[in-house]
Structures are given as C-alpha cells and as structure tokens.
C-alpha cells in the first residue's frame, strides 16, 4: 500500500511557463516533507522541503504547498528551464513519531519542451 | 560532483558470488543509509546507521550485510544474491539520522545478478 503517491509518472511543460508537479499522501502522521530531483545515472538530490506548521514554502524558482486537510503537496517550479528535466520524488516523514524513515512516491518525469 | 561516493558504479556477479559495496562521504555526518531502487519504483530505504551503530534495519534478507566502519564508511555486503535483488542500490548521509534532515546521495551502484 503505497503512502506517498504521485499520480502522474510524466509531465511534459514548455519552457519559460510554470510545472507543477502534485504528491498525495495518505498517512496523516507525516509531518515532514521533502522534493528530491534526479538525473539519469545520479542519485537523488535534495531540492526543498515543508514542515507541517507551514503551508508553503519558497526558494528561488522552486515553491512547495501544503494541503494537510486534503494530504496534498504540489511542487511549483516557475519559469522551467531545460535543466528541469529530471524524475522529480516527493518524500514524507514522520518526525513527531520518532520514524526515522522517510518513504519515497514512484517520481514524475518532467519533460520541460524548447 | 556528488559528495557521496560510491564504488563500484556497476557490478555483475553471480549468485555464488562475495562482493561488498562502499560508500564513502566526507562531510561529518553521523547517519548513512542503504537503499535498494528497482525501475520505475521509488528507492526503498535498506539499513540506516547512525553514530555508526545500526539504527534500523527494515527486515532486509541477511545474504545482504551492513558494516559501519567508521562514521565516513558504509559498506554493504552481498552474498548467494538471487536475480531478484538485482537493482540500483543508493547510499546516502544526513547529518544526524533524523528524517527532517535532507539526505545527500550518492549516484549508486547498478548491480545485476546472472
């Protein structure tokens, strides 16, 4: 039974608009959250992250949103550039329930089109 | 460049084989991590050690084997893997082993069980 879930296993954006990349959740005891984004042949690089008091969180070009009352987190990245192309992970964790373990969603590969 | 080092990047073996996986980080951190990536699935956390002692171990077979030998060394030992288990297998380091922390990951070694 999957606890993060990412519905959408590819997206394709132009560059220069805004992708938007959506996580849902189903454990209500996460209370950490965080995007990883990879490249083929490289391991997972951390991006950004929320913690549950917050609703949003902003750095640069990247803004993740929290919806706790519908499990919900998007990841916005605006404006995308080629570089953007990657697998985009979304994570969670339940830090309040001393769960060291953070469980990963299958990823979204982002196409961003010239 | 990532500052995770794995070694080898690719290993075949068989399943009578011995082999060991390393990771390597120099950036003091107290908690590394094993994880096991099949295609199209999200990385499945293996072992964690933090303070170089075993903190979890989620129900991993014991033909594979964690060793710590200091807090900048991880390794993982294989032994009659099945063709199954062939996979990427990621490490990763966070500062402390608490899941609120972005973990830092190294690009993985890509093993194939004949």
């Known amino acids: 039974d999957q606890q993060v879930k990412q519905n959408s296993p590819s997206l394709s954006v132009q560059e220069g608009r805004i992708s938007i990349l959506n996580c849902d959740y189903t454990?209500?005891?996460?209370?950490?959250f965080l995007w990883y984004k990879k490249y083929p042949a490289e391991g997972p690089t951390f991006l950004i992250s929320i913690s549950s008091i917050k609703d949003k969180n902003e750095d640069g070009r990247f803004t993740v949103f929290l919806n706790k009352s519908a499990k919900h987190l998007s990841l916005h990245i605006v404006p995308s550039q080629p570089g953007d192309s990657a697998v985009y992970f979304c994570?969670?964790?339940?830090?309040?329930?001393?769960?060291?373990?953070?469980?990963f969603g299958k990823g979204t590969r982002l196409h961003i089109l010239p | 460049d990532t500052e995770v080092t794995q070694t080898p990047k690719h290993l075949v073996m068989g399943m009578t084989n011995k082999k060991s996986l390393k990771c390597e980080q120099h950036m003091g951190h107290r908690a590394m991590y094993w994880y096991k990536q099949k295609a199209k699935k999200p990385p499945e956390l293996m072992f964690v050690?933090?303070?170089?002692?075993?903190?979890i171990n989620e129900s991993v077979p014991s033909r594979f084997s964690p060793e710590c030998p200091n807090s900048s060394l991880l390794n993982l030992h294989l032994h009659a893997l099945q063709p199954e288990d062939s996979a990427l297998y990621l490490c990763a380091s966070s500062q402390e082993g608490l899941s609120n922390q972005p973990q830092h990951f190294g690009d993985g070694t890509r093993l194939s069980i004949l």
């Open positions: 454990n209500s005891m996460f209370d950490y």
């Open positions: 994570a969670a964790s339940a830090i309040m329930n001393r769960d060291d373990k953070i469980i």
């Open positions: 050690y933090s303070y170089e002692k075993l903190s």
